[in-house]
């Protein structure tokens, strides 16, 4: 459906010289796929976005939806913004003060294109419906809440039926309970109307629970793109691992070469020796850094298998449906999610268990 | 104020004498009068008052000529001068007659003036009228001090120029900053003339220890400020404006500070005027007894020596004073001499 | 797909900066020319010379008019951006009572003319005004205030542009976001620190930006330096260099040199005045969330800021207008006194009313203030939108829109007669060359108010236009034209009102037919009708009033704020 290739689009910066942007991004969505750059804040995930919309003139690259080109750079194609098709929902929502929450929807269907006057009012009445707004089209955008401007955003960017859907991250704004609630209601709808959708996000749970496929981007390149359950159980690197989820990282050398997609040991800084999985082959000595996630880990029920090490129980936080351990193992500090009933006093000497496969050797940052 | 009433009296009967003298236009013949009539129009820049005298004298003329419209626009003489060198620079000049004291000089240098001899200013003096015909005084002036009456009295009234070194009028006196005849330059030269080089030089850098203030506007507004009481005395203002004034109930006088200074307001026609034919007939009507008693009925003082004032007093024959004329050839010789003296010393 | 649509965001800055160019070159163009230009008495030129230049510079006392100019122009930039910074604030941020009074205040007089403010001013503070009349009467020895000083020149010229400030910043403060302010609030600052510390350093890029404006404004002030500085013999450049033009034939080769070395100076504080304008943008703007600034508290401080505003209203507004009708209605000039109430009458107010020319000069005033008004403003809502947005060209066009802020009056008005007497259409000689001059006057500041009002809006009101389909021109009808129609308005109306007070360009370009209340203003003034012109400027800025005040009522029945954005 969307097809970006090699997407260049770098900012010159005059005050020092890493510049913003994104370099070389790759990526094919499927129809109806729910595509998300997940990233920190200047990683490019919304530049890669403001050139599909068209907002942006890549500097290279290509850009196809639905068989059409947006953009070319070899070919000197550049489609401009309002001859795209798409809807867009912005950061700061961007209702028009002047206008009714009706000719703010009413708006795309009104420009560029003849449509009777009915077959508009019915148009936009069906997408005020489709975001709970049936009864708010007379009223005044600017005497709107929050999430009922971002429900006029919503509607206003799918009312013209575009192929695409571009959110710029649009929960942002929203306090925490209205930010879970239209996250459900943003994936329901997107799933009704089938429509392909590109989401911009720095929160890592949004972007696990909402999407298909989640591409990780760390200054300007993408580093992962994936579906949800690999991204967080199978990161690709140190990086995708810290920001994709509060895992533990430790620091350790490869004892021995190992293959890609096997499982090799790993001495710890600490001294320890402990058994993990290597997505990619690493040759003997690779600084690494292992991730375990807090929920692989379990607190002194050691099994045959499984990597142990020793350590004191920190600090205990009761979480309600789990508890959150920070056990100090040598100078490292273990983040440990367990089941409730357990409850150890802090000060406690504690083992730790995980699998082999749990643990992931990630090539060390830097 | 019983000189000016009697002054009035006089000049009411003066006008009623002339009035019965039999009108007429003396250069005006038919021909011209036709050939104006077919242009339909003259256009003034002028830089006199508009609703004192530039529109009376325009009425009056629609009205004897009746199918000659008299467009009229007024700027200063630099404006005037600027304007018509840009129009005939640029081929398209617009204005037929143009005034001003000094407006004349460099437009005449440019070749941009007519050389027209009014037949209805023949009776004129040498000095208010060109021999080549490049200009005709419209309207006399005549510049002195004026002074406050209610803070200037008796003995204190300045009658001589000496006077106005005393100490007692050190920043006491203003006047325009009018870097023309009509202001300090004007001053200057008749202080020189009168005096001679040397010792005016010495009378001209004791009066600048006198800090006259400069007035960055005309000589009324200096003789307002005068009335107004923020200085007793006011140098180079018009003697006729004090009257006006002092008809009016404003505690102001002019001071006779002989000789008074004279200098005239010139009308000429533009070279190459879009409608040369009215310009002539205008500067006839104008110029004669009958056009230059308008310009007395405007309380102007009218340049004509037949025609009186409607003060009469304000001219030296009937006032008795006596006025240092100014003519265009001194000035053209003096101007910059006197211009660089009040630069360097009242500046 | 449309050609057309696509070259929009290209053709659009091409066709603003042909018709800019188009309007400001040729005048600059005839500067420069005659600048270098040797010319004899005809004006004709007969060579090339950098005489002009250095007669500017290696005139006696260069220094010290220089140093005049700099301190008059940073007193007065620091005068009006304290009094309309500070009114502005109270107005736009604070609960203080009787807020309206600052804006009456502005508006009226924004609609009386330079000469008669200046005339006023001069009248309250001179020997025999009522200042110093008091003071005499109480006792004291000499003068209580020499108005005629730098002090005084900096005094009235500050306050004649502390409407501007008042309005320009009045905008920034409207958009400024309370909650940076509620935030130190909570953090424990008091009012006062929380303005030194949070309001004053956000609002500071345009505080710098405007003062930048202002200051290049008062270099290039001429009425002020000529009436209150030349009696006291303080000399800035403007009035050094006007000088030489009254001299007959009026040199305008030093002026135009002046103008030329004017332009080049402004030329690089522009180039700074672009940078402070493009920071201003971070810290304020209306975005398309719900958006209401919230006032400050300001407890028991209400009433000393409503004292404020009154003695604003009493000292800019009352005292000036009192002195005039107290002028109109004398028959010649004196001070305040017993004797003078005897002497009152109307005689001034009836010439005025029975003068048969002034009405036709009033219409055409208004008509040709209107037409410059419009043209600037439809003008200026492209290029400022443009500019604002940087988009490529935009610092061009606002270099090119600004250009003119230093072209003293009389100049520019020379330029342009000289450039539209070779133009073969009919505008020489009509009221058209008189509306042009005007546009290429005020241009600065139409643009001023658009830049600032674009800057105002999130750009994101923009791209979800262009999302949904629109392009470039179907955003600046339907997005862009609508939310800057407050911005608009108030820089209509600013231009509108101080069109019709310039008398210099229009006393030069007006000719026979084609005539503007500022010739009469003029007329009465030179021929010192003190009291006829306080009673015709008292009508025309009753007329002003009543058609600002017409705007604001109409303005916010249409539910916008005029008064900036």
Redesign the interface.
């Known amino acids: 459906m969307l097809t970006v290739e090699r997407l260049t689009r770098i900012f010159a910066n005059r005050y020092d010289t890493v510049a913003g942007g994104v370099r070389e991004a790759d990526f094919a969505l499927a129809q109806g796929q729910f595509f998300t750059l997940l990233g920190p804040s200047g990683c490019g995930k919304t530049t890669t976005l403001r050139c599909i919309a068209g907002l942006e003139k890549p500097d290279a690259g290509r850009i196809v939806l639905a068989g059409r080109p947006l953009f070319d750079g070899a070919a000197g194609l550049l489609v401009p913004v309002h001859q795209r098709g798409i809807g867009m929902v912005f950061q700061s929502y961007a209702i028009w003060p002047h206008m009714t929450v009706f000719e703010n929807v009413a708006f795309p269907l009104r420009v560029g294109r003849r449509m009777a006057r009915e077959e508009i009012a019915r148009q936009v009445d069906r997408a005020l419906a489709t975001v709970g707004l049936g009864a708010y089209g007379p009223r005044p955008a600017t005497r709107l809440s929050g999430g009922q401007q971002q429900r006029v955003a919503l509607a206003r960017a799918i009312v013209h039926e575009p192929k695409l859907l571009l959110l710029d991250e649009p929960l942002s704004n929203l306090d925490a309970a209205l930010r879970e609630e239209m996250r459900i209601e943003l994936r329901r709808l997107q799933r009704e109307i089938g429509i392909t959708t590109v989401y911009v996000t720095h929160d890592q749970s949004e972007a696990l629970a909402m999407s298909d496929l989640i591409a990780v981007m760390d200054r300007g390149r993408i580093v992962q793109l994936d579906a949800p359950r690999a991204i967080y159980f199978t990161p690709a690197s140190a990086f995708v691992a810290r920001f994709i989820g509060a895992a533990n990282l430790l620091a350790g050398v490869a004892a021995a070469a190992v293959a890609a997609g096997t499982l090799g040991a790993v001495r710890l800084d600490g001294g320890a020796v402990i058994q993990a999985l290597f997505p990619a082959a690493a040759p003997a000595g690779t600084r690494l850094s292992v991730a375990v996630r807090p929920e692989s880990i379990t607190l002194g029920t050691p099994d045959g298998t499984a990597n142990r090490l020793d350590g004191t129980l920190a600090d205990v936080s009761f979480l309600g449906a789990t508890l959150r351990c920070d056990v100090a193992v040598g100078a490292e500090m273990l983040r440990v999610a367990t089941t409730a009933d357990v409850a150890p006093a802090p000060g406690a000497a504690v083992r730790l268990a995980f699998a082999p496969q749990a643990a992931i050797a990630l090539r060390a940052e830097g | 104020m019983g000189f000016a009433r009697r002054a009035i009296l006089h000049a009411a009967m003066l006008i009623t004498a002339f009035a019965a003298s039999p009108a007429h236009a003396a250069g005006a013949d038919a021909a011209l009068i036709e050939a104006a009539r077919r242009e339909g129009q003259v256009v003034w820049y002028s830089t006199l008052i508009v609703n004192q005298i530039t529109r009376p004298l325009a009425l009056a003329f629609e009205k004897k000529y009746p199918g000659i419209k008299v467009q009229y626009s007024r700027a200063t003489s630099t404006d005037v001068a600027l304007k018509i060198a840009s129009e005939a620079r640029a081929g398209r000049i617009q204005a037929d007659v143009f005034d001003g004291s000094n407006t004349v000089f460099p437009l005449g240098d440019a070749g941009l003036v007519e050389t027209y001899l009014v037949e209805a200013a023949s009776a004129y003096p040498p000095e208010l009228r060109d021999a080549k015909g490049t200009w005709t005084a419209l309207n006399v002036y005549f510049m002195t001090a004026g002074y406050n009456t209610d803070l200037v009295k008796g003995a204190d009234i300045p009658k001589t120029f000496d006077d106005l070194l005393d100490p007692k009028w050190a920043g006491k006196m203003a006047w325009t900053t009018d870097p023309t005849v009509n202001g300090a330059p004007g001053f200057i030269q008749n202080i020189l003339a009168l005096k001679g080089e040397a010792a005016g030089m010495a009378y001209l850098k004791a009066l600048a220890g006198q800090k006259v203030v400069n007035i960055p506007a005309s000589q009324r507004v200096v003789l307002d400020k005068v009335i107004a009481g923020e200085f007793p005395l006011g140098l180079m203002i018009f003697n006729h404006h004090a009257t006006i004034s002092a008809e009016q109930g404003a505690p102001v006088a002019w001071a006779r500070l002989e000789p008074l200074v004279s200098n005239a307001n010139l009308i000429s026609a533009v070279k190459g005027a879009p409608h040369p034919n009215a310009a002539r007939l205008f500067l006839e009507y104008v110029l004669s007894v009958e056009g230059q008693k308008e310009v007395a009925k405007s309380l102007y003082l009218p340049a004509h020596p037949r025609v009186q004032a409607q003060v009469a007093g304000l001219k030296p024959e009937a006032g008795g004073f006596k006025a240092r004329i100014v003519t265009p050839d001194m000035l053209r010789a003096g101007e910059k001499g006197w211009t660089a003296i009040y630069q360097d010393l009242f500046r | ?1 449309s050609l057309a ?2 070259n929009a ?1 290209r053709v659009l800055p091409l066709v603003t900066g042909l018709l800019l160019a188009a309007l400001m070159l040729p005048p600059l163009a005839m500067l420069v020319h005659g600048s270098f230009a040797q010319t ?5 030129v007969t060579g090339w010379t950098l005489h002009h230049f250095r007669a500017l510079l290696t005139a006696p006392g260069v220094g010290t008019t220089l140093w005049n100019s700099l301190v008059f122009s940073a007193g007065s930039t620091v005068l009006s951006l304290a009094v309309g910074g500070l009114l502005a604030w109270l107005v736009e941020r604070t609960n203080a009572p009787l807020r309206f009074l600052a804006t009456l205040s502005t508006i009226i007089s924004m609609g009386t003319p330079y000469v008669l403010h200046v005339v006023a001013w001069l009248f309250l503070l ?3 005004g009522p200042a110093n009349g008091l003071w005499q009467a109480a006792g004291g020895a000499g003068k209580l205030i020499e108005v005629q000083s730098m002090g005084g020149m900096i005094l009235i010229e500050g306050f004649l542009w502390s409407p501007l400030v008042f309005l320009l910043l009045g905008a920034t403060f409207r958009a400024a976001n309370a909650d940076m302010e509620e935030a130190a609030r909570t953090s424990g600052a008091s009012v006062p620190a929380t303005i030194w510390r949070i309001s004053l350093p956000l609002a500071m890029p345009a505080i710098l930006a405007l003062a930048l404006f202002v200051f290049i404004r008062a270099i290039g002030a001429f009425e002020v330096p ?2 209150v500085g ?4 303080i000399y800035v450049l403007t ?1 050094t260099v006007f ?1 030489s ?6 040199d ?1 080769g030093q002026a135009s040199a002046f103008a030329v070395v004017m332009v080049a100076i402004v030329a690089v504080l522009l180039h700074f005045y672009g940078r402070l304008s493009a920071n201003a943008e971070k810290y304020h703007s ?6 209401r600034p919230r006032p400050f508290d300001l407890g028991a401080w209400r009433w000393a800021a409503g004292a404020l505003i009154v003695a604003n209203f009493i000292i800019v507004l009352l005292l000036p207008m009192i002195a005039l009708v107290w002028m109109a209605l004398q ?5 305040f006194s017993m004797a003078g109430l005897k ?1 009152l009458t109307l005689s001034n107010f009836n010439a005025v009313i029975e ?3 002034y009405l036709d000069l009033a219409f055409n005033s208004l008509l040709v203030a209107a037409g410059a008004a419009s043209a600037i403003m439809a003008l200026a809502a492209f290029a400022g939108w443009i500019a604002a947005r940087n988009a490529p060209g935009g610092r061009v066009l606002d270099q090119l829109s600004t250009l003119s802020l230093v072209f003293p009056g009389i100049v520019l008005g ?1 330029a342009v ?2 450039v539209y ?2 133009v073969p259409l009919p505008i ?2 009509t009221l058209w060359i008189i509306l042009i001059a005007y546009i290429i006057r005020f241009m600065p500041f139409g643009m001023r108010y658009v830049y600032a009002g674009v800057l105002q809006l ?1 750009r ?2 923009e ?9 470039t021109l ?1 955003i600046l009808r ?2 862009v034209a ?2 800057l ?1 407050p911005a608009m308005v108030a820089g209509w109306l600013f231009i509108f009102l101080i069109a019709n007070k310039e008398l210099a360009i229009a ?2 370009l ?4 084609a ?1 503007v209340a500022a ?2 203003v003029f ?1 009465l ?6 009291g006829e012109l306080a009673a015709f400027g008292l009508l025309w800025t009753l007329l002003m009033t009543v058609v600002a005040v017409l705007f604001f009522w109409q303005s916010r029945r249409g539910g916008a704020d005029i008064w900036g954005n």
């Open positions: 797909m649509a696509v965001r004899n008495a005809a004006g004709a001179g020997p025999v000529a009436l030349i009696p006291s013999r009035t000088e033009m009254k001299t007959m034939p009026p305008l209306v975005t398309g969330k719900g958006f028959r010649f000039p004196r001070g002497t003068a048969p020319n020379v007669m000289e007497l070779r020489y000689g999130h994101e009101l791209e979800a236009a262009a999302v949904a389909g629109a392009g179907t339907r997005i609508p939310l129609r006393v030069l007006a000719s026979p037919g005539q010739v009469a007329d003034w030179v021929n010192g009708q003190g």
